[in-house]
Structures are given as structure tokens and as C-alpha cells.
């Protein structure tokens, strides 16, 4: 064998066929859901059990909206995540200058503070939030969800703006403050625009975080009205036990906007997320 | 107004504005994370059943000392958490920096792939649950059916009637979701090594293994660690997928610290209990993270 084909061959072994792998097992799933959710009930579970629907039907996904309430629950969790992307990316931008620009006493311990709280799990928070919520009566309110939502993701995605402004130059707005702007109008005519694309990752990372919200969901929400789609589909899950066809229907929906989303913010995630990076 | 005061004014403006800054954040962080911190441990020393609430009082360490003394659940709950936590991140750990060193080689296609292979990473925990659970499924499941095909089992089984099938299972479909968040990290880590070490090491005549053990291990252990500390904190208190997959079943076998404060909190509805559980699961926390990054070594540089 030539030098030539022993480069390729090991290149095969030990670049291709372990890309291959990874990919079959990552999309294995994927499609296994997606094949579900296109088979009739019965199909479901014919045996042997079929790797590409025999007759595809649409019926599974029509039923989620107009027998099982999912257009409320998307909605609801639509109004939740929208709500919390905007808070948090409002006040991860002012917050994340903050951290970047400026040098001030406890600029430490604010650090050390907002990593820390990354780690406070939600099921310990859940059981005090909870009677914080009831005392606000927001219990069975998306507000509560909007709130604990906001919260939780203010620290990671202030650090994520801050990696963010540190990666810009400060003689940007520096020279237009010489040229006569003050901080804010420099901050706004100058840093912003350059920052557009941080601001829709960092607002991409709290939508999908919100969108899969689930502890603090099943503790302030126990009306089906105010359900979320987590809430939706671990109902579903347990009340309709073999309705598998429409419950991998449910999960394909669920997925389709934070999976579009994912695609489209990946590229950003990975410098980030070493700093404080606790969230899945 | 004289320029000196005028000065002044301005400074103390400057001296404010990272506070004021900082001030939404803050509260919010106070508020709800720190206060009901707080509050959990002062809940933990006190009989605070919501069933019961005349008879709600201080009652010390008795809630802990019930745990520890006469709680055969938590000790189960316990042993479960420290399978399910290292098996876990093991496993994640080996996987994601292999998917990180593949994904940091050159190859036609490379960003395409990048992003579907990390998807999972967007996908919760319930849906990662329910997912799974239709892999899993006895009849209508796709594993048993390759696995019979492989001949690797003779008929189809339930995978959650018995224990150690039940955390299999749980761990398997916690690994997939969790390798992309290790790739992600380690590729940050990798990109920032200077290639000129590589020419080097090959000039040296190093091979693939020497350079990885020799240089490229040691050159991201900061990441390593942190990743790794990082990754066992979230996955000891990721509650969600458990859940949605298999509720603690069967028999407790796949019950964790956080499922069993969840189940104390919502089905027995004994606050002072459930946040006794919460006071002990944070600090077996601390104590494993201060362990950690001593045993580590960590650099400070790792951190900021």
C-alpha cells in the first residue's frame, strides 16, 4: 500500500467513520419521533415495528391543536418566552457594560455573586418561590413564569454580553465621546449597532431556556388553561399513555423553533459558555 | 458653583453609573434567588406542613437528623444521584472531547455538521424524556426491535421494570443530550491552542497519542475541570428528565436528591422536609465543588 492510501485509510478510520457515528446517534432519535408522529395508531404498534410509516397520516399533528389544547399552550409559552427574551436581553445589555466598562468596588463580588446563583438548582428555589408567588397570588399566572424565567437567565446572559463587549475595541465609543457624544449617545449610535448579532444570540439562548422551562412550571402552574408546552406534553404523556402517535407529534412541534433557533446561534455559544455556563 | 464642586459632582456620576447599571440585575438576583437561598435553610429547621399549619414551629435540626437517622429513601436517593452524576459526566466528558478533537479537524462540511450534531443541546429535559421513552418503548420502541434484530436479545423487555435497566436507560439518554455541551466548551479550548506546538511536537517525532496526553490534555485541563465540576453540579440537580422518562420508577430505582425534593414538596406537601432535603443537596454541593477545584488545581485564569 502506498503512503498515499495509508494517509486516506487512516483518515477514513479515525475522522470519517467516528462523524458518522456521532451523527446516526445524534439524529437516531430525531427521527424516530418523526417517524412515530407520521404513523396511524395501529401502525404504532404493528410488529415487527416499521421504519418508515406505511401510510403516512397528518392526523396526529391536526389532533394536538383540536382535540388537546396545544394551540393554548403554545401560546402560552410563546407569550412567556417573547416576555422573557426581551427583559433579559435589555438588562443583560445594560448589566453586561457594566461588567466590561467599567472598574468599580465589589466588580468582584458581583462576579463571584452571578456565578454562584448559576448553580442555586431550581428545585431548591421552587419550594420558597412558590410561597413568594402565592403571596403575589401569580400562582396559575403566566407573570410568575415570566419573572423566574427572566431571573434565571439574567447572570449566564450578562456574561454572554459581556465576552460580547470585550471582544469590541473601547476606542470605538472613546472616539466618539472626543468627538463630542456623550456615554449614551455613544453607546447607542456606536456600540449598538455593532453589537446587533450578540444581542440576538444572547436573546436566542434566553428564549430557548425559557421555551423548556419545566421545574418552575409544574410548581406555579396546575390549571391546564396556563399550561406550557413542557407542561402540555408531560400531561400528555401521562393521561393519553398510548397515544404514542400524537405525542411524538407534540414533541416534533415543541422542537421545530429552538431546534431553527439553535441552528442559526451555535456559532456564538461556544465562546461564552466556559465563564458560567451551568444551563444545558 | 465653583469648577472644583462642579468636578466632583461629575465624578461621583461616573463612580455611580456601573451601580445603577447594575441595579435591574441585582434586585432581581436578591429578590428571587438569594432570599429564598436564604429562606430554605430557615424553612429546613422548622415543622411546616402545609396540611398542618397550627402546627408549624421550630423544631431545630430534627428534620435533618430524620433524614439521616431514619430515611431509608434518602440514602437510596443518595447512592442513585452518585451513579446517575458519574456515570453521566464520565461518559459526556470522553465522548464530547472526542466530538470536539473530530470537530476540530478540517473537513469539507464542517459547520453544517457542527450544528446539527450539537442540536440536542437545545432540547429539554422533558422532551429529551419523552423522546427516549418512545425509544425505549416495549413493543413500540425502536431499540428492542434492533437489538433483537442484532440478536443481541432474545425477545422484547420493559427497560424501566427493573432497576439497573431503568438508570441505564435514564443515563443513556442523559449522555446524549449532554455531549454537545462538553464539545462546545472543549472546542473553545482547542481553538485557543497555538498550532506552532503541533509543528513542533511532529518535528519531535511525537505521535497522535504522545501530542493529545503531552500537550493537548494538559494544555485545556482548566476547561477540563471546570467543565467537568461545572456539568456534575447541573446534572446532580437536572430533575426534568427523570421526570418525564421514568418518575423515580420502579421502586425508587432511578430516584434522585432533586426528584425526591420535587415528589416531598408536590405529593407530601411538607415544606420544612423538602427544604431539610434542599439544605442537605446544596451543601453536599459546596462541599464537592470546594473539593473539586482544590483537588484540580485550578487556575484562576480558568475561571475569569
Known amino acids: 500500500m502506498s503512503l498515499k492510501q495509508k494517509r486516506i485509510l487512516g483518515r477514513v478510520f479515525r475522522l470519517y467513520i467516528p462523524l458518522a457515528v456521532f451523527l446516526v446517534i445524534t439524529l437516531a432519535p430525531f427521527y424516530w419521533i418523526l417517524n412515530t408522529s407520521l404513523k396511524d395508531p395501529q401502525e404504532v404498534f404493528s410488529n415487527p415495528v416499521t421504519y418508515w410509516p406505511n401510510q403516512m397520516v397528518i392526523s396526529n399533528y391536526t389532533n394536538l391543536f383540536t382535540s388537546y389544547g396545544f394551540d393554548r399552550y403554545f401560546l402560552n409559552s410563546f407569550t412567556v418566552s417573547v416576555f422573557v427574551t426581551f427583559i433579559v436581553s435589555v438588562l443583560a445589555l445594560i448589566g453586561g457594560f457594566a461588567m466590561s466598562r467599567f472598574t468599580f468596588k465589589g466588580k468582584g463580588m458581583v462576579y463571584i455573586l452571578m456565578l454562584c446563583t448559576q448553580m442555586f438548582p431550581a428545585v431548591v428555589l421552587m419550594i420558597p418561590l412558590f410561597r413568594i408567588m402565592n403571596s403575589m397570588k401569580l400562582i396559575n399566572n403566566l407573570l410568575s413564569l415570566i419573572i423566574i424565567g427572566s431571573c434565571t437567565n439574567l447572570s449566564f446572559c450578562m456574561f454572554m454580553m459581556m465576552g460580547f463587549y470585550n471582544a469590541i475595541p473601547r476606542s470605538l465609543e472613546e472616539a466618539a465621546q472626543v468627538d463630542g457624544c456623550t456615554l449614551l449617545s455613544a453607546v447607542f449610535r456606536v456600540l449598538l449597532p455593532s453589537m446587533k448579532p450578540s444581542i440576538v444570540a444572547t436573546g436566542a439562548y434566553a428564549f430557548i431556556n425559557s421555551w423548556n422551562m419545566f421545574v418552575y412550571a409544574t410548581a406555579f402552574i396546575t390549571r391546564k388553561q396556563y399550561y406550557t408546552v413542557p407542561l402540555g406534553l408531560n400531561m400528555f404523556k401521562g393521561e393519553f399513555t398510548t397515544n404514542y402517535g400524537g405525542l411524538a407529534a407534540g414533541c416534533v412541534v415543541a422542537l421545530l423553533p429552538v431546534l431553527i433557533i439553535f441552528a442559526f446561534i451555535q456559532k456564538h455559544l461556544a465562546g461564552g459558555m466556559t465563564a458560567g455556563a451551568v444551563k444545558g | ?304
Open chain 2, 1 to 304: 458653583m465653583s469648577v472644583s464642586a462642579k468636578r466632583g459632582k461629575h465624578f461621583n456620576r461616573q463612580k455611580a453609573t456601573p451601580y445603577l447599571l447594575l441595579a435591574p440585575i441585582l434586585i432581581f438576583v436578591a429578590l428571587l434567588m438569594l432570599y429564598p437561598m436564604i429562606n430554605v435553610f430557615t424553612m429546613s429547621v422548622q415543622n411546616y406542613k402545609i396540611l398542618k399549619p397550627k402546627e408549624r414551629a421550630f423544631i431545630g435540626l430534627q428534620n435533618y437528623i430524620t433524614i439521616f437517622t431514619k430515611d431509608p429513601l434518602f440514602l437510596k436517593a443518595l447512592k442513585n444521584s452518585g451513579i446517575w452524576v458519574a456515570v453521566s459526566v464520565v461518559m459526556q466528558t470522553f465522548l464530547g472531547f472526542w466530538l470536539a478533537m473530530l470537530l476540530n479537524t478540517s473537513f469539507k462540511g464542517r459547520g453544517l455538521y457542527r450544528a446539527v450534531v450539537l442540536s440536542p443541546w437545545a432540547v429539554s429535559g422533558v422532551m429529551v424524556g419523552i423522546i427516549w421513552s418512545l425509544i425505549y418503548g416495549e413493543t413500540y420502541g425502536v431499540l428492542n426491535d434492533v437489538l433483537k434484530s442484532l440478536g443481541l436479545i432474545e425477545r422484547k423487555f420493559s427497560w424501566f421494570s427493573s432497576a439497573g435497566h431503568a438508570m441505564t436507560a435514564t443515563i443513556i439518554a442523559n449522555v446524549w443530550r449532554g455531549i454537545p455541551f462538553f464539545c462546545l466548551n472543549y472546542l473553545s479550548a482547542l481553538a485557543s491552542i497555538n498550532t506552532d506546538i503541533y509543528e513542533s511536537a511532529k518535528i519531535d517525532g511525537a505521535n497522535g497519542w504522545v501530542t493529545l496526553v503531552k500537550i493537548t490534555i494538559p494544555m485545556i485541563k482548566d476547561t477540563i475541570i471546570l467543565t467537568t465540576l461545572l456539568r456534575s453540579i447541573w446534572t446532580f440537580n437536572a430533575v426534568d428528565l427523570i421526570y418525564s422518562l421514568t418518575y423515580g420508577g420502579p421502586n425508587n430505582a432511578t430516584t434522585t436528591i432533586p426528584l425526591y425534593i420535587m415528589t416531598t414538596f408536590k405529593t407530601g406537601m411538607d415544606y420544612g422536609y423538602a427544604s431539610a432535603l434542599a439544605g442537605i443537596s446544596t451543601i453536599i454541593m459546596m462541599v464537592f465543588a470546594g473539593t473539586y477545584i482544590k483537588l484540580g488545581k485550578l487556575g484562576k485564569e480558568g475561571m475569569y
